[in-house]
């Protein structure tokens, strides 16, 4: 597996080089496009904005290392949370509103979604519709989890569903940000959780 550790390489000043115990990896997406996150890191809070994450995997599968794993940022403002999380995202636009006299889909962030044919309809969490992640995504989320659990030494033990949960660590070692918070929408119903549980734990 090739990791790409350069192109989008985040300065110091985006995480903090304080390496601790890993527990778990949280899987959430990027919300936008393009790498447009990664752009936004770098330029918020006086370009010293931590609420970062570890690795990014675009919609091609490629996976994009922004800092080494062992270290952490405050993409949760939780410390304990962050301390013992590797958190990857998965480019992904997330949730869309559908225009019905245009007859197209708007995401959240009032862009047209020009990818009509990959839209997932589904209500959950107040939204209908939802951008879909791609078959690449999944195989090199598959890969790049089974090398960090065994790096870390953290179970390949994934949580089946992405609703909300008390304690994740006794349910799951290897959970989706929804499972953190009522209000978070990622991963979304276009991730199928059983099945990609299925495919980690297949020897």
């Given at each position: 597996m090739i990791i790409d550790d350069i192109s989008y390489a985040l300065p110091l000043d985006n995480y903090i080089q304080i390496e601790s115990i890993k527990k778990q990896i949280v899987i959430g997406h990027t919300g936008n496009k393009d790498m447009r996150h990664v752009i936004g890191w770098l330029h918020r809070f006086n370009k010293?904005?931590?609420?970062?994450?570890?690795?990014?995997?675009d919609k091609a599968g490629i996976i994009y290392q922004h800092f080494d794993p062992k270290f952490q940022s405050r993409f949760f403002n939780d410390v304990d949370l962050d301390n013992k999380s590797i958190v990857i995202l998965l480019e992904n636009q997330g949730w869309l509103e559908k225009d019905v006299i245009?007859?197209?889909?708007?995401?959240?962030?009032?862009?047209?979604?020009?990818?009509?044919?990959?839209?997932?309809?589904?209500?959950?969490?107040?939204y209908t519709y939802w951008s879909s992640y791609t078959e690449e995504q999944v195989i090199s989320t598959k890969i790049l989890i089974e090398m960090l659990c065994k790096e870390f030494f953290i179970p390949i033990n994934p949580i089946t569903h992405n609703t909300k949960i008390d304690n994740?660590?006794?349910?799951?070692?290897?959970?989706?940000?929804?499972?953190?918070?009522?209000?978070?929408?990622?991963l979304s119903p276009a991730w199928d959780c059983n099945l990609f549980k299925e495919q980690l734990e297949l020897k």
């Amino acid at each position: 597996m090739i990791i790409d550790d350069i192109s989008y390489a985040l300065p110091l000043d985006n995480y903090i080089q304080i390496e601790s115990i890993k527990k778990q990896i949280v899987i959430g997406h990027t919300g936008n496009k393009d790498m447009r996150h990664v752009i936004g890191w770098l330029h918020r809070f006086n370009k010293k904005y931590k609420k970062t994450a570890a690795f990014t995997i675009d919609k091609a599968g490629i996976i994009y290392q922004h800092f080494d794993p062992k270290f952490q940022s405050r993409f949760f403002n939780d410390v304990d949370l962050d301390n013992k999380s590797i958190v990857i995202l998965l480019e992904n636009q997330g949730w869309l509103e559908k225009d019905v006299i245009k007859n197209e889909f708007i995401t959240w962030i009032g862009d047209i979604y020009k990818q009509s044919s990959d839209i997932v309809d589904k209500k959950w969490r107040g939204y209908t519709y939802w951008s879909s992640y791609t078959e690449e995504q999944v195989i090199s989320t598959k890969i790049l989890i089974e090398m960090l659990c065994k790096e870390f030494f953290i179970p390949i033990n994934p949580i089946t569903h992405n609703t909300k949960i008390d304690n994740t660590l006794e349910e799951a070692s290897i959970i989706y940000r929804s499972n953190l918070n009522k209000n978070y929408t990622d991963l979304s119903p276009a991730w199928d959780c059983n099945l990609f549980k299925e495919q980690l734990e297949l020897k």
